[in-house]
């Protein structure tokens, strides 16, 4: 009986981040066997092993045989060998949350069950490396010569500190807006397009919108124009940003070093990879059995 697909559906999508990378099964045979003498069969066997480390999906130290791969290419970046030896390989991070946790385990004791298919591992880490790492990759994605990034970016942080399921049937219309207010009851109220958000969401919103572009040309852009440090903290107290956050410094680097912190400390506390090694399998048995074959 074919068995049933696993699914991911179960952990909030604003937590999960996808990666998609190549391997080159030609370069690799050719390691083994033309680097280091084995036969074929002993480097299948030791090519079933294979599993990329977390540098090689971030991209911070991808190597041959790895790389990652536009539709459009046609030939390994390496030994220039055709599409046909290209295998891949899905990872799957989870920053993980309290709020969903059960899910996760619930996942994780499912994944278990298949370990030739689905590599797992969890890398230390700090909350504020959690969020950091995560304003890089939002940081990659956003587009800083349109406008529309600020929203995005808003967007993405309210999926974030809300993580839920629900999120993409709430905002199935789009988002044309988020708008501070402070008459909803909880943290957010959507209604017709419009995000209304209460002090204390639009405050984190702004101060995440003015971490990523401050690297940029004309930094500091936020919902409330392009701020200064000193006009970020004084625009952070008029809307009651840090009465809300429960905020008392005289010092403007010290409230914001409080306010990061408060950013940082309510996101995911930890990090978790599911590698999908599906298609690498079976991609490598067929290049084995065609090379027995000859």
């Not at 392009?226 to 970020?232: D, K, S």
């Amino acid at each position: 009986m074919k068995k049933t697909e696993i699914s991911f559906d179960s952990i909030p999508s604003s937590a999960v981040s996808r990666t998609a990378l190549k391997i080159c099964l030609k370069c690799a045979f050719d390691v083994f066997t033309k680097q280091l003498k084995l036969t074929p069969r002993t480097a299948y066997s030791e090519l079933k092993k294979h599993t990329p480390e977390e540098v090689d999906f971030t991209g911070a130290a991808t190597s041959r045989p790895h790389f990652f791969s536009e539709s459009s290419l046609d030939h390994c970046p390496y030994c220039s060998g055709p599409k046909r030896w290209f295998a891949e390989f899905q990872a799957l991070r989870i920053d993980a949350h309290s709020t969903f946790e059960k899910e996760r385990k619930k996942l994780w004791a499912v994944l278990k069950k298949d370990p030739e298919r689905f590599a797992l591992w969890s890398p230390e880490r700090t909350k504020m490396q959690i969020f950091s790492e995560w304003l890089e990759r939002l940081n990659r994605s956003l587009d800083f010569d349109n406008e529309q990034w600020m929203l995005d970016a808003a967007v993405s942080h309210i999926k974030r500190a809300a993580p839920s399921n629900d999120w993409d049937t709430i905002l199935q219309n789009g988002v044309r807006r988020v708008q501070l207010s402070r008459q909803v009851e909880d943290s957010w109220r959507y209604e017709d397009g419009w995000l209304y958000v209460s002090p204390a969401l639009y405050g984190d919103v702004i101060l995440v919108q003015h971490l990523l572009s401050r690297s940029h040309q004309h930094g500091g852009r936020t919902f409330e124009g392009r701020l200064t440090f000193q006009e970020l903290n004084r625009r952070l107290r008029r809307i009651g940003y840090f009465e809300s956050k429960d905020i008392d410094a005289e010092d403007l680097s010290e409230g914001f070093e409080q306010a990061i912190a408060g950013l940082v400390d309510s996101g995911p506390s930890a990090v978790y990879y599911a590698v999908d090694r599906r298609d690498y399998l079976d991609k490598l048995k067929s290049v084995y059995e065609k090379k027995r074959a000859k």
